[in-house]
T-cell receptor, first 111, second 111 residues
Framework: GQQLNQSPQSMFIQEGEDVSMNCTSS?????WLWYKQDPGEGPVLLIA?????ELTSNGRLTAQFGITRKDSFLNISASIPSDVGIYFC???????????FGKGTRLHILP | DAGITQSPRYKITETGRQVTLMCHQT?????MFWYRQDLGHGLRLIYY???????DKGEVPDGYVVSRSKTENFPLTLESATRSQTSVYFC??????????FGEGSWLTVV
């Protein structure tokens, strides 16, 4: 079964608030990926992380590759209405062809 | 843009019928993947392919068949559709490093 635990499952926040979500595993990964999915569309890559401890930003989004290589975090600062959607983490293990996904975090923004 | 096109985008079929979902890439990416997305389960890997004529099972392969006679095409066939196969299906390709890019999805309803 799936090996990535993503939390929280859903979030309700006010516009302007910061958002944090994370992904953990009992396995070690050599790549962590974060995707966003808008309704009716396929997931779109936000950030890719390749090295333990790496911190990478994409606009208001910042993601980190955990030091243990078993977790990753995504932060969104000053949320806006278009941030609504489902955020997925994904990981790739060394010597494995597959990329495994978490179950997603559904972000809702209250007016 | 990884140039991934899925067809059909929407399909309604009857239980027991054979259905084929097409996936075409405009580039020559080696790795291609099929995922299904269901509420509460996130994205689960059905099958993947490392190159033409090389395919392998993912997490949920039962009831599905794939082929890869040409690098640019990776069709997914449901040999005898069941209601439990009602889902959204995403084709993806590995573009650079360990990152993958998705098509827009195929919405399948089995009645």
């Amino acid at each position: 079964g799936q090996q990535l635990n993503q939390s929280p499952q859903s979030m309700f926040i006010q516009e302007g608030e910061d958002v944090s979500m994370n992904c953990t595993s009992s396995s070690i990964f050599n790549t962590w990926l974060w995707y966003k999915q808008d309704p009716g569309e396929g997931p779109v890559l936000l950030i890719a992380l390749y090295k333990a401890g790496e911190l990478t930003s994409n606009g208001r989004l910042t993601a980190q590759f955990g030091i243990t290589r078993k977790d990753s975090f995504l932060n969104i600062s000053a949320s806006i209405p278009s941030d609504v959607g489902i955020y997925f983490c994904a990981g790739h293990k060394d010597r494995d062809d597959k990329i495994i996904f978490g179950k997603g975090t559904r972000l809702h923004i209250l007016p | 843009d990884a140039g991934i096109t899925q067809s059909p985008r929407y399909k309604i079929t009857e239980t027991g019928r054979q259905v084929t979902l097409m996936c075409h890439q405009t580039w020559s990416h080696s790795y291609m993947f099929w995922y299904r997305q269901d509420l509460g389960h996130g994205l689960r890997l059905i099958y993947y392919s490392a190159a033409a004529d090389i395919t392998d099972k993912g997490e949920v392969p039962d009831g599905y068949v794939v082929s890869r006679s040409k690098t640019e095409n990776f069709p997914l066939t449901l040999e005898s559709a069941t209601r439990s196969q009602t889902s959204v299906y995403f084709c993806a390709a590995r573009v650079t490093g360990n990152t993958i890019y998705f098509g827009e999805g195929s919405w399948l309803t089995v009645v």
